[in-house]
């Protein structure tokens, strides 16, 4: 994954506070759903509305709600300026 620490925050707040429909998705969130940080679900439209058709949306995982945190945290931390701008390693989601 080519993303820096502080895109993939920014994204997972993205996905996290706002329902992204996939189909207009930032192309990180295709990055972000490879290690299990986002998933797609079916998001039933209002019943009042017209459009019957459930919309695909992004959607944060239990593990991807876990890795905000971490880099919630670490965004407290000194270190983090450098460690904001310093390539994201999708791995250390895994081993942690």
Do not use: C
């Not at 996939?22 to 509305?49: M, N």
């Amino acid at each position: 994954m080519k993303y820096a620490n502080g895109a993939i925050l920014d994204a997972l707040h993205l996905a996290r506070y706002r329902q992204i429909p996939w189909h207009k998705r930032p192309p990180i969130f295709t990055s972000l759903q490879a290690p299990g940080l986002v998933r797609t679900v079916a998001q039933q439209p209002p019943v009042d509305t017209r459009h019957y058709t459930p919309v695909q949306i992004a959607e944060v995982t239990d593990k991807g709600g876990e890795e905000a945190v971490r880099l919630e945290s670490r965004s407290q931390s000194p270190e983090w300026e450098r460690e904001r701008h310093a390539d994201y390693v999708a791995d250390a989601v895994t081993s942690v």
